[in-house]
């Protein structure tokens, strides 16, 4: 692809800086802009975080995650964890229902501001 294409591809996008999963994009140089998150596996109970960027390697677990409503942008707060190491508890936009359980492998993978 030719960077003039690229280019025009980027002003018909609006210049996004990550992509529909939360993925930085880099810039023309091949710079990732720098960010300040975590995993939500590392917050703490009773916090809440604004998702940032979701897995995007499995399709099944991005599905499930879309299916829970847990995607970028999106205010998720740690309920509680079970023992040695899992689940998550977490609820979606303060929804008074349950609370949703996440593995440790999906929290780990989930990163949070």
């Known amino acids: 692809m030719s960077e003039a294409l690229e280019e025009r591809i980027s ?14 994009i880099p810039s023309k140089n091949g710079d990732l802009p720098r960010s300040s998150t ?5 917050v703490r ?18 599905r499930y995650l879309a299916e829970l409503g847990i995607l970028p942008g999106v205010k ?4 509680s964890r079970g023992p040695i190491g899992g689940p998550l508890f977490v609820r979606v936009n303060d929804n008074e229902i349950a609370p949703t359980a996440l593995s440790k492998e999906i929290a780990e993978a989930i990163w949070v501001r």
């Open 11 to 24: 002003v018909a996008l609006g210049h996004p800086r990550v992509d529909p999963h939360g993925h930085p």
């Open 45 to 62: 109970d009773g916090d809440a975080a604004l998702v940032e960027q979701v897995p995007d390697s499995h399709p099944e677990a991005l």
């Open 76 to 79: 998720v707060t740690v309920v």
């Open 38 to 42: 975590q995993s939500l596996w590392d």
